[in-house]
């Protein structure tokens, strides 16, 4: 059975993407953005630069919503019943702040093969055009690997400014979420976002990416979690889950992780280039 109805399938299938998905009460949402501001000011560069990876690791409510069922069973009708968490990142914009996503493809650069994985971003504030909520080059997923140029450019929350060439910025489909609302997006699929230009914060908490067990990592090493099923490969070394908020062992096993993917994603990088 699945989860996601025919349209939605239809809609992954066809644009590479299906949103917007109902997952959290507005509560909830406001309560997730109180336990990362309550990091934030408790250990002020927690969250900041490389620290913004995995989070779900020290905050039990970004834990939650990373092993959440409605999220799963969605999850589980693009990718099937076994599934690995391998990571999430907190993608937020502050108002005043130049930050934006240049347009890329996330499986350029994430090293997951093969693609049978899929990404939610789930909106812990509102979402839209005003704030820089994604926007998607709807199709194309359909097409191979693109071209990425490194653009390093200030403002640019990738860490290389992996960017492609002549996507057509005005056809693109703005995913506007409500805080609680999420979007599934394809590996593949050519996305990006625009500064914030409200005067609140955007917060995006992305899992990035849930994989099928058969799913490897090519450019380094990605702990995961197993979210559901049974795990038949054992490709990677699978870590618990946090109970406590910034706990001691937690912080130090995130501060592994996000060393780990560092390199991963600076493997093969020159300061220049392409990629
Ligand atoms: O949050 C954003 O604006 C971009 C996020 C993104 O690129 C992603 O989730 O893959």
Known sequence: MSYLSANQLKQYEDDGFVSPINILSREKAKEIRNEIELIENEIPDELEKSG???AHLISPLLDEVTHNPKILNAVQSLIGEDILVCGTTLFIKNPNEKGFVSYHQDAKYIGLEPHNWVTAWVAITDSNEHNGCMRMWSGSHKDNLKQHDQ????????TRGQTVKNVPKKETIALILKA??????HPTVVHGSDLNKSNDRRIGFVIQSYIGTNVKQVLGKNSVQLARGIDNYNFHEKIGRTKTIMDKNDLKLKKKENDNLQEIFYKGSSKKGQL
């Open 151 to 158: 653009k390093f450019n200030e403002g640019n929350l990738l």
């Open 180 to 185: 609680g609302q999420m979007s599934l997006h």
């Open 52 to 54: 913004r990876y995995n």
